[in-house]
C-alpha cells in the first residue's frame, strides 16, 4: 500500500511552547489529508480536513488558532500546536488520500504521541 | 450522530477461532468501505476494502461480507492468530474520498 510518514513519533515539549509535526506522502500525491486526535482506547477523533493549496476545514469544537494546519503541497500537510497545554497531550494522526487512482482509499501515518509537561 | 455504527465494542476468541466485527451504516451515498487494523501505538494500516459491487472479498484470511440491501457489513477473520490482536475499525466513505465516516473500534485479543 502507499506509504504516509509523519514525523516525530514522539514529542515532549513544555507548556506554552509550539510543536510541529509532519505528514508526508512518499509515493503518492494527496489532494486531501486528514487529522485525528485519539485518546486511548478510543477512536480516531477528526480534527480537520485539509486540501492542498486552501484553508483546512476545522471540525466543530477544535480550535483553529490552536491547531495550525498547512497543506502547502500535494505531499506535505503540518499540524501545529500551539501554546501548548497538558491537556492537549495526545496521540495526533494524519491520513492522506491519493490524488488519482486508487479513489476513496485512505492512508494513514505512524502517529505522534505528544506530551505536553 | 454516528454515521458507522460498530460492534462489539471487544472481543476475545481462542487461537484458530474466527472472529467477526460487524458495522452497519446508514448513507446510502457511501460507496467505499475499508477496514483498518491499529496496534498499539501505532497507526491505523488499512487491511482490506470493499465497494457495493460485490458481496464479498477476501485477501489472505481475511473476508469482508457486505450486504447492501441491510446496509451492513462484517469483517471476519479465519484461523485468528495472537498476532490478529489488536483494535479494528471500520469506515465507510463517500465523495471521492474526501469523507471518510469510522465505527467506534473493535479491540480483539486471541488467546493462545
Known amino acids: 500500500g502507499a506509504v504516509v510518514s509523519q514525523h516525530p513519533s514522539r514529542v515532549i515539549c513544555k507548556s506554552g511552547t509550539s510543536v510541529k509535526i509532519e505528514c508526508r506522502s512518499l509515493?503518492?500525491?494527496?489532494?486531501?489529508m486528514f487529522w485525528y486526535r485519539q485518546f486511548p482506547k478510543q477512536s480516531l477523533m477528526l480534527m480537520a480536513t485539509?486540501?492542498?493549496?486552501?484553508?483546512?476545514?476545522?471540525e466543530q469544537g477544535v480550535e483553529k488558532d490552536k491547531f495550525l494546519i498547512n497543506h502547502a503541497s500535494l505531499t506535505l500537510s503540518t499540524l501545529t500546536v500551539t501554546s501548548a497545554h497538558p491537556e492537549d497531550s495526545s496521540f495526533y494522526i494524519c491520513?492522506?488520500?491519493?490524488?488519482?487512482?486508487?479513489?476513496?482509499?485512505?492512508?494513514f501515518g505512524e502517529g505522534s504521541r505528544l506530551t505536553v509537561l | 450522530q454516528q454515521q458507522v455504527k460498530q460492534s462489539p465494542q471487544s472481543l476475545i476468541v481462542q487461537k484458530g477461532g474466527i472472529p467477526i466485527i460487524n458495522c452497519a451504516y446508514e448513507?446510502?451515498?457511501?460507496?467505499?468501505f475499508p477496514w483498518y487494523q491499529q496496534f498499539p501505538g501505532k497507526g491505523p494500516a488499512l487491511l482490506i476494502a470493499?465497494?457495493?459491487?460485490?458481496s464479498e472479498k477476501k485477501e489472505g484470511r481475511f473476508t469482508i461480507s457486505f450486504n447492501k440491501s441491510a446496509k451492513q457489513f462484517s469483517l471476519h477473520i479465519m484461523d485468528s492468530q495472537p498476532g490478529d490482536s489488536a483494535t479494528y475499525f471500520c469506515?465507510?466513505?463517500?465523495?471521492?474520498?474526501?469523507?471518510?465516516?469510522f465505527g467506534t473500534g473493535t479491540s480483539l485479543t486471541v488467546i493462545p
Open positions: 485539509s486540501n492542498e493549496g486552501s484553508k483546512a476545514t476545522y
Open positions: 469506515a465507510a466513505s463517500s465523495n471521492n474520498g474526501n469523507q471518510f465516516y
Open positions: 509515493d503518492f500525491q494527496a489532494t486531501t
Open positions: 470493499i465497494r457495493p459491487d460485490v
Open positions: 448513507n446510502t451515498a457511501f460507496d467505499y
Open positions: 491520513s492522506a488520500t491519493p490524488f488519482e487512482g486508487r479513489t476513496g482509499e485512505l492512508f
